[in-house]
């Protein structure tokens, strides 16, 4: 039986996560929120931000943070 492909079309604006609501933000390098559902991503670990265990693991922790908005180049 020949195997159908189907394509993604989820996509959202994100942001980086506030005090506020979590929506479509970004958590940390490895989290985020998509429609109010907290998702880690599989297969990545980033250093810790809550709370960083010292200042070079906040510093690494907010370059990883930082990069996730890639999230925006399209549908997921």
Do not use: W
């Not at 880690?40 to 943070?65: M, N, V």
Request: charged fraction near 30%; charge should be negative; hydrophobic fraction near 40%.
């Amino acid at each position: 039986m020949a195997k159908t492909l189907t394509s993604d079309s989820l996509s959202a604006a994100f942001s980086i996560c506030g005090a506020d609501r979590h929506v479509n933000c970004v958590v940390d390098g490895d989290t985020f929120c998509f429609e109010g559902e907290k998702i880690r991503i599989a297969d990545i670990d980033t250093p810790e931000l809550s709370p960083p265990r010292c200042e070079a693991e906040r510093i690494k922790g907010e370059a990883a943070k930082a990069r996730l908005p890639l999230l925006n180049a399209g549908n997921f």
